[in-house]
């Protein structure tokens, strides 16, 4: 044989190799494309592993048996695949449908530094209009909605009761975040820094939110503002305010969470009984709102002053979202701000 009939034969033998590589991998190709086009009817090994997995231990799919794995498997698994286990809605819960605004609104929203205020301007209603003789406004500027009002008359009535006195005047309500982005400015050309520990960032301070006030005292007949700090008889209403609903929303020890420095001057409302809960855990709002996750529809709920309160991340509905709230009894939702329901439960 010569050297060219040789490498002719070698030629058509590597020819053939191709030829049948080609083949092989044209019919790998079409049938992962059947795989593709009919799965129910060629995806054996996927359905055999969910159904071994499901199965108990003694109901072994047989190993070899292609023929008998789809229909030991076809009557449960595609079902199984196709939907999301429906949650759990423990005894006595319905289901409710909220807006998407449901979630950054109401008295436990967390507005600071990094979470803005995400909600529609609240309503408001003239603080001179509304309150009572136990003390003073500084005009019919200073706005607030109706229920911190409220809070704000009982507590000061009780202050003025114990102590006499009634100058401590309501110098800072709801703000809108033009007003802010003024204040924050001044701040600024004051201090000289590239940000305030001082004044909120315009759009980032919980005076938007309507539930928060500054106090001031009344000036002395010199004419003399006097700064509110908290003090002396002053005391009672920062140590007492939350029976009333409101926290002191800037303590001094919490200014690494909060970035804000002491504001002895500063309440926000948030409701009774998580007032109550935040002032004698000694927290923040940052912490509190944290606090609350540990607390979960499904687990232990948080337990205060006849009330019980647990944590809901809202499930995504075609038109908004829905929580679990109870059948029966009083209750409260209010939105953290950071993704999260707050339910709150008369016991
Ligand atoms: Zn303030």
């Given at each position: ?135 003073k406004v500084k005009d019919s500027t200073v706005v ?204």
């Amino acid at each position: 044989m010569s050297r060219y009939r040789r490498r002719l034969r070698w030629n058509r033998i590597f020819a053939a190799v191709l030829v049948a590589v080609f083949a092989g991998t044209a019919v790998f190709l079409i049938h992962d494309s059947l795989n593709t086009l009919f799965p129910s009817a060629t995806e054996e090994p996927s359905a055999l592993k969910s159904t071994a997995s499901s199965l108990p231990a003694e109901e072994t799919v047989p190993e070899s048996s292609e023929a008998a794995a789809p229909e030991a498997s076809s009557a449960e698994s595609p079902a199984e695949e196709a939907s999301v286990p429906e949650p759990a809605l423990p005894d006595g819960f319905r289901w409710l449908s909220i807006p998407e605004s449901a979630l950054c609104t109401s008295d436990l929203i967390l507005v600071n530094n990094s979470v803005p205020f995400q909600g529609e301007n609240p309503e408001t209603a003239v603080v001179l209009e509304n309150k009572t003789s136990s003390y003073k406004v500084k005009d019919s500027t200073v706005v607030l909605q109706t229920k911190a009002i409220e809070a704000l008359n009982r507590m000061l009535d009780d202050f003025y009761a114990r102590s006499g006195l009634e100058d401590v005047m309501v110098i800072s309500g709801w703000r809108d975040p033009e007003k802010q982005e003024t204040l924050y400015g001044e701040d600024l050309l004051e201090t000289g820094k590239t940000d305030s520990t001082l004044v909120a960032k315009p759009g980032y301070s919980e005076h938007h939110t309507g539930l928060a006030l500054d106090f001031g005292l009344l000036p002395k007949s010199d004419g003399f503002g006097r700064s509110y700090d908290g003090e002396g008889e002053y005391a009672w209403i920062n140590e007492n305010c939350g029976d009333y609903g409101f926290i002191l929303r800037y303590p001094a020890d919490k200014m690494e969470i909060t970035g804000i420095e002491y504001e002895p001057w500063h309440f926000r409302y948030v409701g009774v009984p998580h007032s109550r809960l935040i002032m004698e855990k000694g927290l923040c709002l940052e912490e509190y709102v944290e606090l609350l996750r540990d607390y979960p529809l499904d687990g232990e709920h948080l337990s205060g002053g006849g009330y019980t309160i647990c944590w809901q991340q809202p499930e995504k509905t075609a038109d908004g979202y829905r929580i679990a709230v109870p059948e029966e009894g009083d209750y409260t939702i209010s939105g953290d701000n950071t993704g999260g329901i707050i339910l709150t439960m008369k016991e």
